[in-house]
């Protein structure tokens, strides 16, 4: 069977863009199979193209089997798991928009778990920062070490404040 790969980086406030990418994808006959999240690599199958919704959960309980059956249900189909996240798969009819979080305040609650490991995440590095950090003859050196706390820290932060504000975003519209 005939696969391509294809090199892009989300971030994680981004599933709407992501989502509507792999739609698109999908429509040029080229379905979603795998996924390293970590470098960015997605990995697609050709087939007929279809008009298919794909949506991410991100729950350590989500793939319990009552869950499980409740999607497969509503016509949902498990497509793939990729950094702790549930890939699911869905053909679109007409005029539909279908979603796995119909509920507001569960779209909410979605956000706020991936904000927990971005702050996490941003004091670790900070942390790290500082214990790396030569005190005694220059404050803040620059080392290999600091500098990659720094990025992994800046990166964090950032995600952080754009999940924040997909939050805030999400209660205004509430």
């Not at 006959?29 to 199958?45: E, I, K, R």
């Not at 778990?113 to 790290?128: D, E, F, G, I, W």
Request: glycine share 8%; proline share 5%.
């Amino acid at each position: 069977m005939e696969t391509i790969k294809k090199f892009k980086i989300w971030w994680i406030w981004q599933d709407e863009e992501q989502q509507a990418w792999l739609q698109g994808m999908a429509a040029r006959g080229w379905h979603l199979s795998a996924v390293n999240s970590l470098l960015g690599l997605y990995t697609f199958q050709r087939g007929a193209p279809a008009n298919m919704a794909y949506r991410w959960d991100m729950s350590p309980d989500r793939f319990a089997p009552d869950y499980q059956r409740l999607l497969e249900d509503a016509g949902w189909r498990h497509v793939l798991v990729s950094g702790g996240r549930y890939c699911w798969r869905k053909p679109v009819g007409a005029g539909e928009t279908p979603e796995i979080f119909t509920d507001p305040a569960e779209k909410l609650r979605k956000f706020k778990r991936m904000l927990v490991p971005c702050v996490a995440m941003a004091v670790t590095q900070v942390a790290l920062l500082f214990q790396w950090s030569d005190w005694g003859r220059a404050p803040l050196a620059l080392t290999a070490l600091n500098c990659l706390s720094l990025g992994f820290g800046l990166i964090a932060a950032y995600s952080a404040v754009q999940l924040g504000r997909r939050i805030a975003a999400l209660k205004r519209a509430a």
